[in-house]
């Protein structure tokens, strides 16, 4: 007994000398690095959306340091971000982002995948007044909640389809559509969905399908059989990557006409690659197309983006790169117009943030959602067995008329 | 004996002074070790069942999440209306003021007490007539529907998640949420411990354990078995909604199937970290926890996008070579620490015959 209790008092002494020489962590500004935290969805289901937002913040630090980076008082400094694996899981995020800050002394963050996740890291830059800059929490519920700290360069997720029940309002002139939708049990989705039922509300449509799709999606067709008895105007889905891609599955299985189909994350998953022709036709709400023509000196415009996240990753980049990349930039700024690595000041200049990147206009609104910036559809259209995804809308950026209705799959061939 | 006794005061009164000194000597880690406290009552009150019964139960993650959305929803509830708080979109801001906040997590964390604990007397009434292997698939099941059955209760916030109250504004002190969701932890953990050492001098452990060794012998020697197995049951379930409750007010946000009903990760954890320990002893689970704690903490994070692997790979370990867990290893080792006389004459007697 006395041997376990001296190798126990010992083996504790050494814990505990090993972490208190650890708490003496470095901080915000080291050298000539200003450093960046992040946890980010490496495994679990948000892992492949994970991965676009990592790959984007990393080619926006890339091209950043190599331009010459960020001058603060004179002095150029380079971006470098802490990266940790949260896992998809909202706890473990959190946890995470206390680590970041109270370990490894970040004073600057950049947001996770998803909004479940960013709902969980939120409260927690708040409390130490960490500035973060997201690019992947759209849920409208992050912006009614006060935070002073957050600042999201995307559009809330509620508008992510309203504009395709208008569309489909409008086609079927004027008067209300019949609607069907099924939507993922998380923040996102569910926030997607609201904004159909205000949408609806608002032109006098009829839901007549409302389902919940669970989190680890692999099967609607309950939903479907639904659809196909009763015949609604519009199909509208949303449940991230996997929702995206398990829809066009089963829909082209089980040879479901519908003729109008609304989606998120067709670009995530990479519909017209992986599905094809089944995808054609499918509606698709985007934060970012690389045909939109705003224009950065960084990245230059969309197009160049993307040709240069090709060369890079080599896939084309789904949206969800391109507003990561986005957040980068937006930080540069804010530190350059802050002139100062205080907190609060960097803060207030990221406030006053009014910018055009090659992802969009930036100026945030109180909640700290991005104002300035439409979201747009996209549609999935082919030649011979070639797809691509072209903008039917908003009207300024459109390079395609809106095809509808969807031909039946009896006619496709 | 004495000499013994006072042996485990000094163990027992170094470690609480480490423990109320740990949030000031450690500063930065207040939250992982408020995770310690609450991974080690999770393995303690697993192994109540799983090692001292002898049935392995996934179900215990249901009590943790009941807790958890039971001390956030009545912390909400007593001063606002939940479903607008809840609300998806959630136009409105209520704030709680000081007294509130501490009052709500209070009594919250009472009932999350008490309710899980009578949610398990009537579980356990249903399907602890079951057996081994059914037994542990019928409890798997509980936490996978309590989590789909969650996600989809409007009142507190379905899919979209809950957003438990944010500590008072009024105290300014940033580090005064970490020391009082630490010390909160901190406490359960002591109660937790002293309960669970009663029990191991208790007339109960004996019974769990006859249970465990062969329930139809202690069936015919006229113990009510079925009573003790609820009863066990319900003693973990109380100290798994605590626990719940504390973790949801840290977090401080909810989501169905990622948070509280979690069995995927805490469901897993908590078995393993008994296992790891040594099921059917008192030290196997605490020690199991603080060594899994520390693995997960230290290591996961330098090998990133592989700690799954690495984990499957200790699971692998662990059973292989440490099927009765560090404790049972160390028992086997050194027999006589433990209390376990063995007749030198007699072993070697036995060596010989061989």
């Known amino acids: ?413 | 004996m004495n000499k013994v006794k006072q042996k485990d005061l000094i163990l027992y009164s170094g470690l609480i002074i480490l423990g109320l000194a740990a949030p000031y000597l450690f500063s930065a880690f207040k939250v992982q070790l408020t995770y310690l406290c609450v991974l080690i009552v999770l393995a303690m009150t697993w192994n109540l069942q799983g090692g001292e019964m002898g049935y392995n139960t996934f179900g215990n993650i249901l009590f943790y999440g009941l807790g958890m959305y039971l001390t956030a929803s009545v912390q909400v509830g007593m001063f606002f209306p939940l479903a607008e708080w809840t609300e998806s979109g959630g136009e409105k801001t209520f704030v709680h003021t000081t007294a509130q906040y501490f009052q709500g997590i209070g009594v919250g964390l009472l009932v999350s007490a008490i309710i899980p604990a009578i949610v398990a007397g009537a579980i356990g009434y249903a399907i602890l007539g079951l057996r081994g292997h059914y037994f542990a698939i019928c409890t798997l099941g509980l936490g996978i529907a309590a989590g789909e059955i969650a996600g989809g209760i409007e009142i507190i916030g379905a899919g979209q998640g809950f957003t438990t109250p944010p500590f008072p504004a009024e105290i300014v002190d940033t580090e005064a949420r970490g020391k009082f969701f630490y010390f909160l932890s901190f406490a359960l953990l002591i109660g937790t411990f002293i309960f669970v050492k009663y029990i191991y001098g208790s007339r109960f452990k004996l019974i769990l354990n006859a249970i465990r060794d062969n329930e139809d012998k202690a069936e015919a020697m006229g113990i009510q078995t079925m009573k003790y197995k609820i009863t066990g049951w319900m003693c973990s379930a109380f100290f798994c909604g605590l626990a719940g409750g504390i973790m949801g007010g840290l977090i401080g946000y909810i989501d169905s199937t990622d948070v509280a009903f979690d069995g995927r990760e805490m469901g897993v954890f908590m078995v393993l970290m008994a296992i790891l320990g040594g099921k059917g002893t008192l030290w196997g689970p605490v020690i199991g926890a603080t060594l899994f704690h520390f693995f997960k903490e230290g290591l996961w994070t330098l090998i990133l996008g592989w700690q799954y692997v690495a984990l499957g790979v200790l699971i692998v370990v662990i059973v292989i070579y440490f099927p009765e867990g560090l404790m049972g290893w160390l028992r086997e080792k050194y027999p006589e620490r433990f209390g376990e006389v063995i007749d030198e004459k007699d072993r070697k007697a036995q060596v010989e015959l061989k």
């Open chain 1, 1 to 413: 007994m006395n041997k376990l209790v001296k190798l126990f008092i010992t083996s504790i002494s050494a814990i505990t000398l090993a972490l208190v020489s650890f708490s003496s962590s470095f901080a915000k500004v080291e050298g000539d690095y200003i450093v960046l935290g992040s946890a980010i969805s490496l495994t679990g289901k948000y892992s492949s959306n994970g991965v676009h937002t990592q790959n984007g913040y990393n080619m926006a630090v890339e091209r950043i340091n190599k331009m010459g980076g960020v001058e603060v008082q004179g002095k150029k400094y380079k971006f470098e971000i802490i990266y940790y694996d949260d896992e998809s899981n909202p706890k473990r995020a959190a946890q995470l982002a206390e680590r970041l800050i109270k370990q490894d002394g970040v004073h600057y963050m950049l947001g996770p995948y998803s909004s479940g996740l960013t709902k969980a890291i939120a409260p927690v830059t708040e409390k130490y007044k960490i500035p973060m800059v997201e690019a992947n929490g759209a849920s409208r519920s992050l912006f009614t909640k006060g935070y002073k700290y957050l600042f999201a360069v995307l559009s809330p997720a509620n508008q992510y389809l309203e504009v395709a029940i208008d569309l489909a309002v409008e086609k079927n002139g004027g008067k209300g559509v019949r609607i069907a939708q099924a939507f993922e049990q998380d923040a996102f989705s569910q926030d997607v969905r609201l904004g159909i039922l205000d949408a609806a509300k608002r032109t006098g449509s009829e839901i007549i399908i409302d389902d919940k799709l669970p989190k680890e999606l692999n099967d609607m067709a309950a939903t479907l059989a639904k659809v196909k008895a009763t015949k609604p105007d519009v199909l509208v889905v949303s449940g991230h990557t996997k929702g995206a891609l398990t829809a066009i599955r089963q829909i082209s299985e089980m040879k479901v006409d519908v003729p109008m189909l609304a989606m998120t994350h067709c670009d995530a998953a990479k519909l017209s690659k992986q599905h094809g022709k089944k995808s054609e036709y499918a509606l698709c709400a985007s934060q970012w197309h690389k045909n939109l023509s705003y224009k950065d000196k960084f990245f230059g415009g969309g197009k160049k983006y993307a040709r240069d996240f090709q060369k890079e990753f080599g896939y084309d980049p789904p949206y969800q790169s391109a507003e990561s990349s986005a957040a980068l930039l937006v930080f540069k700024d804010a530190f350059e117009r802050a002139n100062s690595f205080d907190r609060d000041a960097v803060r207030d200049a990221l406030v006053d943030t009014e910018m055009q990147t090659f992802y969009g206009n930036i100026k945030f609104g109180p909640g700290g959602q991005n104002i300035a910036k439409p979201m747009i559809l996209f549609q999935v259209r082919c030649k011979g067995d070639d797809c691509e995804n072209r903008v039917v809308a908003p009207t300024k950026w459109a390079s395609d008329k809106f095809y509808h209705p969807i031909p039946k799959w009896s006619e496709r061939s």
